[in-house]
């Protein structure tokens, strides 16, 4: 599974962002629906942290306490794509974010995916 994340950038506080993430695999196989998708993102000088996750049919969503309210995630199956959407974004929300993929489709983000994406900077000022 190939991940590709887009729509990181430099925000103000308070100000909105919205990531999306496209995913794709071996053309013989690949079913975007098959998999649980999630966010994880790394600021500097941290560890890796989950941020939120959705199961196959998008009909259930886990957040990390730190974005939960502030933060949606939805996927569109028929696109292939999941996305992030980030309100009232914080200075603390600065980090490289990383589209996730894992063989569960029902997975819940408490354990390490199965796939990494390469990550998309997002950068918030006070």
């Known amino acids: 599974v190939q991940l590709q994340a887009f729509g990181g950038g430099l925000v103000q506080a308070g100000d909105s962002l919205r990531l999306s993430c496209a995913a794709s695999g071996s053309p013989s196989g690949f079913s975007f629906s098959s998999y649980g998708m999630g966010w994880f993102r790394q600021a500097p000088g941290k560890e890796r942290e989950f941020v939120a996750a959705i199961v196959w049919a998008g009909t259930r969503t886990s957040y990390a306490d730190s974005v939960r309210g502030r933060f949606q995630i939805s996927r569109d199956n028929a696109k292939d794509t999941v996305f992030l959407q980030m309100n009232s974004l914080k200075p603390e929300d600065t980090a490289v974010h990383y589209c996730?993929?894992?063989?569960?489709?029902?997975?819940?983000?408490?354990?390490?995916?199965?796939?990494w994406g390469q990550g998309t900077q997002v950068t918030v000022s006070s």
């Open positions: 996730t993929a894992d063989d569960h489709p029902d997975y819940d983000g408490a354990s390490p995916p199965t796939y």
